[in-house]
């Protein structure tokens, strides 16, 4: 994967140098810790994720070597985190400016429904995607765009892209939920979590994270966004909010309006009945 990240270039420069030192030093850590794992007399009685990775077995009744345990552990530490907190970040940068969505939510919330609160964690994800891209490697020579790819070559569709086709996606700038009422995401167009038999496996679990953390928030506190809307920056491989999504908490109203309002974008009512936009 280094080779792959950083190309044959007849040697590897100071910054690759310095990665490959890091990683040796986090392996380090992560092939003691599987080892002494491996070691304890009550593994199999305990229920932790690491625990879980050894006493694991295939098909065949064999178990994980400790280099692929040690992949696994990567996995959750680094993509676990980050992009489920950049995920709700957009979610209230993009609905706090637009008040219109926000108050059928909260209505909607206040009712018992969580129809709308699903439809805006996903308008969200679409819209505002935690990663540019999804990479992966051809099994089979493959053609795109009158061109044959052999196998073992690395494709890398975009998901920002994809996600902004208007013959898939009416208006795809702008946030409008109604879109995904009554029509579940599809499955070659709506690709946060990537697609096929390596989707991200904890995209159920990320989702339903996310609509917890924007209703335990719109019940708590009243938030107001700060400046106008913030544009996408990058960190590492992650699209972040430039200014971290920034808000000010305000002391909630003793009563909330009505439903209606305006979606400050497209100038679009926000309001009961809603016809999906796709």
């Known amino acids: 994967m280094l080779r792959a990240l950083t190309g044959d270039r007849g040697g590897p420069s100071q910054g690759e140098l310095r990665l490959r030192r890091r990683v040796a030093a986090v392996d ?47 996995t959750l530490l680094l993509a676990g985190h980050e992009t489920t907190a950049t995920g709700p970040a957009w979610a209230f940068e993009r609905l706090l400016r637009h008040p219109g969505v926000r108050r059928v939510l909260e209505a909607e919330l206040a009712e018992g429904s969580t129809e709308y609160l699903d439809a805006v964690a996903r308008e969200a994800l679409r819209l505002r995607p935690v990663v540019p891209n999804v990479g992966r490697v051809l099994a089979e020579p493959w053609p795109v765009g009158g061109h044959r790819l052999p196998a073992g070559t690395i494709v890398a569709p975009s998901i920002w892209l994809t996600h ?9 700038r702008s946030f409008r939920p109604d879109r995904f009422l009554g029509h579940p995401p599809d ?13 991200c496996l904890g995209a159920s679990f ?73």
């Open 28 to 74: 380090e850590l992560l092939f003691a810790e599987i080892a002494e794992r491996r070691a304890d007399p009550r593994l199999d009685r305990r229920d932790d994720v690491l625990s879980v990775l050894l006493l694991a077995r295939d098909e065949d009744g064999e178990g994980m070597a400790d280099a692929e345990i040690r992949d696994e552990l990567m």
């Open 164 to 172: 902004r086709r208007a013959g898939v996606y009416p208006a795809p």
């Open 187 to 199: 499955t070659y167009a709506w690709l946060p979590f990537g697609g096929g038999s390596r989707r």
């Open 206 to 278: 990320a989702l339903m994270e996310m609509r917890g953390v924007i209703r335990t928030v719109l019940e708590r506190v009243n938030l107001e966004p700060v400046g106008r809307s913030e544009k996408v920056a990058r960190r590492a491989i992650t699209l972040v909010p430039s200014r971290g999504a920034r808000v000010v908490r305000r002391r909630r109203p003793s009563a909330e309006g009505g439903r209606r309002g305006v979606d400050r974008e497209e100038g679009t009512p926000q309001s009961r009945p809603r016809v999906p936009a796709r």
